[in-house]
Every structure is written in C-alpha cells, then in structure tokens.
C-alpha cells in the first residue's frame, strides 16, 4: 500500500520535453511494477509505460514508444517519466500507479491498485 505523488507537470511547447516523477511513500517500493497512464478529456486512462521492481526492463505503449522513457531510482523511492518530442495529443493528467510482479506486462488501469492524485501536462503553442 504504496502512496504516490506525481509532480513535473506544466505546459510545454510541440516538440519539447518534460520530466514526471512519482514519488512513494510506505513499504516495499522495490516490490511493485509501477506504471504510467494518462486521461485526456472525455477518454478513459490509457496506460502508457510501465516498468520492472528492478527497472531492468519497461514497456510502452504504441502512441509513446521511442519518444518517452520510463525509470526508477529504488533508492528514492521515485519513478520517473522522461517525455521528449510532445504533441498536442499527449496533453493529458499524468498518473502513476502499481501493481505486481506477476501482473507486469499490461498497461490496463484494472490491474493497478493504488495511483496518485496526477499532474497535469498540456502540450499547446
């Protein structure tokens, strides 16, 4: 039961980049697959990323592949999310949540249990 805080929103320029971060606090940080989804007005979360407990591995879904990167520092208790290459389509809010080992793989919100409050990106000129 993990609490989570995203933070590094803001308003970006197209083509520029950002830096999320999720913040944990609580038991076993290093236990959890964490992941990345987002919610644009109107439309249901999409998941976007997710990563091992060790983050020796990461997955990422078609619409952001090749331009953002997810990481975890174990450490910090942080996960972060580095997005390059913003379009007007990734405006969003940005939440972090987890799940387990076994589950990793998917990028459905039904199979991750606690999230953050989110931090809102918007991508506009």
């Given at each position: 039961q993990l609490q989570l805080v995203e933070s590094g929103g803001g308003l970006v320029q197209p083509g520029g980049s950002?830096?999320?971060?999720?913040?944990?606090?609580?038991?076993?940080?290093n236990r959890y697959v964490i992941g990345w989804f987002r919610q644009a007005p109107g439309k249901e979360r999409e998941?976007?990323?997710s990563i091992t407990t060790s983050g020796?591995?990461?997955k990422y879904a078609d619409s952001v592949r090749?331009?953002?990167t997810i990481s975890r520092e174990n450490a910090k208790?942080?996960?972060?999310l580095q997005m390059n290459s913003l379009k007007p389509e990734d405006t969003g809010v940005y939440y972090c949540a987890t799940s387990f080992p076994h589950m990793?793989?998917?990028?459905?919100?039904?199979?991750?249990g606690s999230w953050g409050?989110?931090?809102?990106v918007t991508v506009s000129s």
């Amino acid at each position: 039961q993990l609490q989570l805080v995203e933070s590094g929103g803001g308003l970006v320029q197209p083509g520029g980049s950002l830096r999320l971060s999720c913040a944990a606090s609580g038991e076993a940080f290093n236990r959890y697959v964490i992941g990345w989804f987002r919610q644009a007005p109107g439309k249901e979360r999409e998941g976007i990323s997710s990563i091992t407990t060790s983050g020796d591995s990461a997955k990422y879904a078609d619409s952001v592949r090749g331009r953002f990167t997810i990481s975890r520092e174990n450490a910090k208790n942080t996960v972060y999310l580095q997005m390059n290459s913003l379009k007007p389509e990734d405006t969003g809010v940005y939440y972090c949540a987890t799940s387990f080992p076994h589950m990793y793989g998917t990028l459905h919100e039904a199979d991750f249990g606690s999230w953050g409050q989110g931090t809102q990106v918007t991508v506009s000129s």
